[in-house]
């Protein structure tokens, strides 16, 4: 009696398994522009991950540039993450690494210019050509301050002289929210003119607005004089 065996050899099957297709990966910024006029991009970080949790692309992209073409094998389940505004290039090399990443800032006023974003998708398995449509999320808030005067009797006079957050965080977990951290800087740089301010996500709530006035009433004042 004699046996005999069909099948793929082991090159055959090397080669079906990394059988590799292009796939168009897009990042949808709107969320982010939106709320900034001004908002300029000064680096963005792309960095995918296998199935097994591994980094199989650590890309810098032009910030230019909203997407990018990658050959991925099909069948298989990758995550996407993207990092925006870091001011450096994101590296990692195991997705549990990305639970821990954190945006910190050296000065509070360094929100006004680096506005980072943050954005994920995760397991996506490759059917073909595809587009992958990452949505990016803002890490940062702005508050726009209206003072309403109306209000006011006819001889109260307010003048507001500046304004300052107390308390903003220094650093923000990027791709865990509920995560917060403890430091803070404990005065913000104070404005006069504008009348939006700048901060990190406040996941702790611990922040809060200082207004300096100047009040002026000849009627309206405290038992220890005018204020």
């Known amino acids: 009696m004699s046996l005999s065996a069909i099948g793929?050899?082991?090159?055959?099957?090397?080669?079906?398994?990394?059988?590799?297709?292009?796939?168009?990966?897009?990042?949808?910024n709107n969320a982010v522009i939106t709320?900034?006029?001004?908002?300029?991009?000064?680096?963005?970080?792309?960095?995918?991950?296998?199935?097994?949790?591994?980094a199989e692309r650590n890309i810098l992209l032009n910030r230019d540039c909203l997407g990018t073409e990658v050959?991925?094998?099909?069948?298989?389940?990758?995550?996407?993450?993207v990092c925006m505004n870091f001011g450096?290039?994101?590296?990692?090399?195991?997705?549990?690494?990305m639970e821990e990443l954190t945006f910190h800032l050296n000065a509070p006023e360094d929100i006004i210019t680096e506005k980072p974003a943050c954005g994920c998708l995760k397991n996506v398995t490759i059917t073909g050509d595809q587009e992958i449509r990452i949505i990016m999320e803002r890490l940062w808030s702005?508050?726009?301050?209206?003072?309403?005067?109306?209000?006011?009797?006819?001889?109260?006079?307010?003048?507001?002289?500046?304004?300052?957050?107390?308390?903003?965080?220094?650093?923000?977990?990027?791709?865990?929210?509920?995560?917060?951290?403890?430091?803070?800087?404990?005065?913000?740089n104070t404005i006069h003119e504008d009348m939006t301010l700048y901060m990190l996500e406040d996941m702790s709530g611990l922040?809060?607005?200082?207004i300096d006035m100047d009040y002026l009433s000849y009627t309206h004042y405290t038992h220890d004089g005018p204020l």
Do not use: W
Not at 35 to 54: P, V
Not at 74 to 80: E, K, P, Q
């Open 88 to 97: 450096y290039h994101v590296f990692a090399d195991h997705i549990s690494e």
């Open 142 to 188: 702005a508050i726009d301050v209206i003072i309403d005067k109306d209000a006011l009797d006819a001889d109260v006079h307010i003048d507001v002289t500046g304004m300052r957050i107390c308390n903003s965080p220094k650093s923000v977990y990027v791709f865990n929210p509920q995560k917060s951290t403890p430091d803070c800087f404990a005065e913000g």
């Open 35 to 54: 709320k900034s006029e001004d908002y300029k991009i000064t680096d963005i970080s792309l960095i995918i991950f296998n199935d097994d949790g591994l």
């Open 8 to 28: 793929c050899s082991y090159s055959d099957l090397d080669s079906v398994e990394k059988s590799e297709t292009s796939v168009m990966i897009c990042l949808d």
């Open 207 to 210: 922040a809060y607005l200082e």
């Open 71 to 81: 050959n991925l094998i099909l069948g298989r389940t990758y995550s996407f993450y």
